[in-house]
């Protein structure tokens, strides 16, 4: 008995029905041909008939390039200087996190890998188990980072390492212990989530991360007080935890200047996109350089206080109220 897919791929009654979620943005595994990336969730290259299903959607879904171009960034040798060069079969970049079951520890995976220091973005999940195929995907979130991709890039796709599996199996689990009632953090992870929905030059995005990082770490602050303002507690707090962290945040962007003078600069580019200016990197915004090196700060920051929260949620309620 045959069926057929959602690609229009013919399946055969041998053919397995795992599910599995096609990753955008690996390079390569290093050191194992595969990854437990959770409980019966294992991340590998596509097999073959995962690959001509993969290959077949991407060339329907809405907003792919135009074949034969709609696989082109998987397949080509990157960054491409010049003529388009044609990888082997063997080294395309499709990857999958294959498992059996419903999708709720994957749910629950994509939430930890929008927090994980390396991010790992789900395109969309083919769910073997259904007659004919069942595909699970969010539009404005797959468009909006494939829109991203340029030939030109060296750093849309990455490496993968155990360590990083590693820290990504640390924070799933971190997150279905996490106690809400202490710091709630379903709520802002749905809009951590819904920020990739949105143009990456979009002023809107970059506004987001700032409201959810003072969601995390600032209250109303008093009017009659100056030394309550927003931009001064979340210039102190973030200092406080980033001489917590192992891995500090990354300030070398920003031509030498020092961590507060660039937070305080950072609400000064707020401000001025939250009125309608006009963005114009001169001035006292001069050391931000550009609004490429602003987001990335901001939504770095925002991730590695949300891990904190995971580990240390009372520290972050005392500083929501400090």
């Known amino acids: 008995m045959t069926a057929k897919s959602e690609a229009g791929a013919v399946l055969d009654a041998s053919t397995p029905r795992e599910n599995y979620a096609f990753v ?28 001509e299903i993969i290959r077949a959607l991407l060339k329907r879904l809405p907003g792919s390039f135009a074949p034969p171009f709609a696989t082109a960034m998987w397949e080509i040798a990157l960054p491409r200087t010049g003529a388009i060069q044609q990888l082997p079969e063997s080294e395309w970049r499709y990857f999958v996190v294959a498992f059996i079951g419903s999708n709720d520890i994957l749910n629950r995976l994509q939430e930890a890998l929008d927090l994980a220091s390396l991010e790992l973005e789900i395109g969309f999940t083919v769910q073997g188990n259904i007659p004919g195929l069942g595909l699970n995907y969010y539009p404005g979130r797959l468009f909006h980072v494939l829109e991203d991709f340029t030939p030109s890039r060296t750093d849309f796709f990455v490496d993968v390492t155990a360590s990083q599996i590693a820290e990504v199996e640390a924070i799933r689990f971190q997150l279905e212990q996490h106690d809400h009632t202490m710091v709630e953090l379903q709520r802002l992870i749905g809009q951590l989530r819904s920020l990739k929905a949105l143009p990456h030059q979009s002023p809107l995005r970059f506004l987001g991360y700032f409201a959810i990082l003072e969601a995390l770490l600032t209250h109303a602050p008093k009017p009659t007080d100056p030394y309550e303002s927003i931009t001064r507690q979340v210039r102190q ?86």
């Open 24 to 51: 955008l943005n690996i390079g390569r595994l290093v050191g194992q041909d595969s990854f437990e990336i959770a409980p019966g969730h294992h991340l590998r290259r596509a097999v073959p008939h995962e690959l």
């Open 237 to 322: 707090k973030v200092a406080l935890l980033d001489n917590r962290w192992a891995n500090h945040l990354d300030y070398t962007s920003f031509s030498g200047t020092p961590p507060d003078k660039v937070w305080t600069r950072m609400y000064g580019y707020r401000s001025l996109l939250a009125h309608g200016g006009a963005t114009s990197f001169t001035g006292e915004l001069a050391c931000l350089g550009s609004h490429d090196n602003a987001l990335k700060l901001i939504k770095e920051t925002v991730k590695a206080v949300m891990r904190q929260a995971l580990i240390e949620p009372q520290l972050l309620r005392d500083l929501q109220n400090c």
